[in-house]
């Protein structure tokens, strides 16, 4: 694997009307790129020309290479403007168009036909291999349409069946986080921690699943990949020790050489991993790792006199390697002031986990500024969440924001926020319910709208991770809302992909995780009390901080509740007082937040 150029940072990506490319000198420009619309398949028939569609992102190393080499060969420009309909898209932008037409990452190349289904398609691929095949697949499309057209049509067969075929029954329990924790097992790497052999990403999911288990008790092996995959990625090139703030994946095993790029999405999962393992372990270390990762989100993402995070950090590896006074001197790389929903909703449950689990108000109070920010800009009560937001909301509707959303809403009322936030998750919930759900076969559509008409871009997709997310916090719902019919559609879900999940691996760890939930008895935590009062704070607290793999807490003001509380039975009498059921199964109550952890731990079996 190739490093990062050695070349000086610029400010950022040069745009190009509606096209941003690499900040470096490039020619890519010259190339006739048009922006996807339905228009594109229109014309490719009408020409007959197949479609270029380049899939980049603005952090993209390999992207911005191909701008400044292969989009820049007076020969490629000559035969994609001559021979193409090319095509332009943002990965981060138009997630619903790279689910359908990436080829194994960035930069993609594909190559469609006016149907929009995929001929071929490559990642980065250097000039003198590009002209060749653009050659080739010129060539082939003016030649040999029939057998283009034969081959497309007996793949979009065998699509149509298999996403007739019926869902095979209910998820198999614990069998389910079994499975995916023996091929996690078989791709560990126990000398130097993660899991594969070569390039390695943090997988934040699965350590997610595992720190699940470990809340049931104490497992030596599992603990043993937990811990050391936690020290490596924080001890090794993959974490910025100056600055702070993990990088995309590293390139090699021993965790030393990273991809320079820094996501908001990979920064917020690992927030919330490294909270969770201070709850885990007791670490004092990962609590250092996690406040510094919480310094990173907070004075380089953190939109400047806003309340919402930028999306990412372009990657310069020159800059990365000075240390903290020459990088003073230096400008920084350039930073993506995109704000994305569904990144920014991750970032918010990644600072909620860290308040509930280390106590930082500052860290609720910003989580809280976030989701405002998301909601009073992005969501739309007819048509959803919108995707991203540059001045504008746009691209509604995607089932992975949506997910996300309901999740952090979730999150906030759990974390004492306010009841506005139950109150917001049952209308992302109920719009879910009313626009994505497949009401034959159960789970949920990724898109309210499919980028197109025609082949790949004019099917509606029903993603595993996606799905699982959502599941999960339906069932939270459910018992928040006490309204069964979320948690319903959730089982609807999992079942959905009960004989399918295997196929994903690792990437089924979201699924294990809404399994496990489905099948966990219910866990309700009732705290009667001011929500800003610090003594409520602690109760709300304690009851996250109990090594149990779920729980649902119901926080009650009684300043507001008051009348509910005499007709539930509750009392307040000045002091925080805490009501626990697990099941069918109701306990005394509690005053004493030291006491909620144990009661918890103490009444809760499978």
């Given at each position: 694997m190739v490093t990062e150029s050695n070349e000086e940072a610029t400010p950022g990506p040069a745009p190009t009307g509606s096209f941003r490319f690499s900040p470096r000198p490039n020619r890519a420009g010259q190339i006739k790129w048009r922006p996807w619309d339905e228009s594109i398949f229109q014309q490719s028939g009408k020409e007959n020309k197949p479609v270029?569609?380049?899939?980049?992102?603005?952090?993209?190393?390999?992207?911005?290479?191909?701008?400044?080499?292969?989009?820049?060969?007076?020969?490629?420009?000559?035969l994609i403007n001559e021979s193409f309909i090319p095509v332009r898209v943002d990965s981060d932008q138009r997630p619903d168009i790279n689910f359908r037409y990436n080829q194994g990452g960035w930069p993609t190349l594909a190559f469609l036909t006016s149907d929009g289904e995929v001929i071929t398609g490559t990642t980065y691929i250097p000039p003198d291999q590009l002209r060749r095949l653009l050659g080739d697949v010129r060539d082939l499309y003016s030649s040999n349409r029939q057998e283009i057209q034969a081959a497309v049509d007996n793949i979009r067969e065998q699509r149509e069946?298999?996403?007739?075929?019926?869902?095979?029954?209910?998820?198999?329990?614990?069998?389910?986080?079994?499975?995916?924790?023996?091929?996690?097992?078989?791709?560990?790497?126990?000398?130097?921690?993660?899991?594969?052999?070569?390039?390695?990403?943090?997988?934040?999911?699965?350590?997610?699943l595992i720190m699940m288990i470990l809340s049931e008790g104490s497992i030596d092996e599992l603990e043993a990949m937990l811990t050391k995959t936690l020290d490596a990625m924080a001890g090794g090139?993959?974490?910025?020790?100056?600055?702070?703030?993990?990088?995309?994946?590293?390139?090699n095993r021993e965790w030393t050489i990273p991809h320079f790029e820094k996501m908001l999405e990979d920064n917020a999962a690992l927030l919330s991993v490294y909270a969770e393992a201070v709850r885990i372990t007791g670490s004092k270390e990962y609590e250092t790792?996690?406040?510094?990762?919480?310094?990173?989100?907070?004075?380089?993402?953190?939109?400047?006199?806003?309340?919402?995070?930028?999306?990412?950090?372009?990657?310069?590896?020159?800059?990365?390697?000075l240390d903290l006074a020459a990088r003073?001197?230096?400008?920084?790389?350039?930073?993506?002031?995109?704000?994305?929903?569904?990144?920014?909703?991750?970032?918010?449950?990644?600072?909620?986990?860290?308040?509930?689990?280390?106590?930082?108000?500052?860290?609720?109070?910003?989580?809280?500024?976030?989701?405002?920010?998301?909601?009073?800009?992005?969501?739309?009560?007819?048509?959803?969440?919108?995707?991203?937001?540059?001045?504008?909301?746009?691209?509604?509707?995607?089932?992975?924001?949506?997910?996300?959303?309901?999740?952090?809403c979730l999150d906030a009322y759990e974390s004492g926020v306010g009841e506005?936030?139950?109150?917001?998750?049952?209308?992302?919930?109920?719009?879910?319910?009313?626009?994505?759900?497949?009401?034959?076969?159960?789970?949920?559509?990724?898109?309210?709208?499919?980028?197109?008409?025609?082949?790949?871009?004019a099917e509606r997709a029903l993603p595993l991770a996606e799905n699982s997310i959502a599941a999960s916090a339906l069932i939270r719902l459910a018992q928040n809302s006490g309204q069964p019919r979320f948690a319903e559609s959730a089982e609807r879900a999992i079942n959905y992909f009960s004989g399918s999940y295997k196929e994903s691996g690792l990437f089924a760890a979201d699924y294990a995780l809404a399994v496990?939930?489905?099948?966990?008895?219910?866990?309700?935590?009732?705290?009667?009390?001011?929500?800003?009062?610090?003594?409520?704070?602690?109760?709300?607290?304690?009851?996250h901080l109990a090594h149990i793999p779920f729980r649902s807490l119901e926080i009650l003001d009684p300043a507001r509740h008051n009348e509910d509380l005499e007709a539930a039975g509750y009392g307040y009498a000045g002091q925080p007082i805490a009501y626990i059921c697990i099941g069918a199964s109701c306990q005394p109550p509690l005053t004493d937040p030291a006491e909620l952890p144990g009661r918890l731990e103490a009444g809760r079996t499978r």
């Open positions: 270029l569609l380049a899939i980049s992102a603005v952090w993209c190393h390999w992207c911005h290479v191909m701008d400044e080499t292969s989009y820049s060969d007076d020969e490629v420009i000559s069946a298999l996403a007739k075929q019926p869902p095979e029954g209910p998820a198999s329990g614990p069998a389910v986080a079994a499975s995916v924790l023996e091929v996690a097992g078989d791709v560990y790497d126990s000398e130097f921690g993660g899991f594969g052999s070569t390039t390695k990403f943090p997988y934040a999911n699965v350590l997610s090139g993959m974490y910025d020790q100056v600055e702070g703030g993990f990088f995309r994946y590293s390139t790792v996690a406040r510094d990762l919480y310094r990173y989100l907070t004075t380089v993402l953190l939109e400047p006199g806003s309340a919402v995070f930028r999306g990412s950090q372009d990657a310069d590896e020159n800059y990365y390697r003073k001197e230096t400008r920084a790389p350039y930073i993506d002031p995109t704000v994305f929903a569904g990144w920014n909703a991750l970032a918010a449950s990644a600072l909620l986990r860290a308040f509930q689990v280390m106590g930082d108000v500052e860290m609720r109070d910003r989580a809280s500024g976030v989701l405002d920010f998301v909601w009073e800009h992005m969501w739309d009560m007819d048509r959803g969440l919108n995707h991203y937001y540059d001045g504008q909301a746009h691209l509604p509707g995607m089932l992975g924001d949506t997910a996300s959303m309901l999740t952090a506005v936030w139950l109150d917001r998750a049952l209308k992302i919930a109920q719009w879910l319910q009313k626009n994505l759900e497949n009401e034959k076969t159960g789970g949920f559509h990724d898109c309210l709208e499919t980028p197109g008409t025609e082949g790949l871009s496990e939930r489905l099948i966990d008895p219910p866990v309700r935590v009732t705290i009667v009390g001011p929500p800003d009062d610090p003594e409520t704070i602690k109760m709300i607290r304690a009851a």
